[in-house]
């Protein structure tokens, strides 16, 4: 299993409209789209900054992920994603060395992207995404 870098970092926010303004205007990150991930029920805004990647996602029900993290913790930093070339072999490795899944096979992700994520438990307390890009 190979990382090959931080994809993104996952912050919750209540609203995009709200939120947006700061990281795009102010601290003048490109927008790279806004697209809505029914599966995960949230709303995804992806802005650039160098190589990596600022995801804010808002939820679009109550019972989204998202809206219960909200609910409990406030807006902030949701989770930290790190790129792979395989995600299958890494989460065979994780899972062999005893990391604990959330997601034992991948799923869709925002802007095409594969995901699986590792639970906090394995993770010294960090939600932390897997990550397989399309290109």
Do not use: W
């Not at 700061?22 to 790279?32: G, P, S």
């Not at 650039?48 to 807006?75: C, Q, R």
């Amino acid at each position: 299993m190979k990382l090959t870098k931080v994809n993104h970092i996952g912050i919750a926010v209540k609203s995009l409209a709200e939120a947006l303004p700061f990281y795009r205007d102010n601290l003048r990150m490109a927008l790279q789209g806004i697209e809505e991930v029914v599966e995960q029920k949230v709303k995804v805004a992806m802005l650039e900054i160098g190589e990596s990647k600022i995801e804010l996602l808002e939820p679009i029900t109550p019972d989204s992920p998202i809206a219960k993290f909200l609910e409990k913790n406030g807006t902030g930093i949701h989770h930290l994603a790190y790129e792979v070339e395989d995600i299958e072999a890494a989460i065979a490795v994780l899972k062999a060395e005893g990391s604990r899944m959330i997601d034992e096979t991948p799923r869709n992700g925002a802007h095409g992207t594969r995901i699986a994520f590792i639970h906090p438990k394995s993770s010294n307390g960090v939600l932390t995404e897997l990550c397989q890009c399309s290109h």
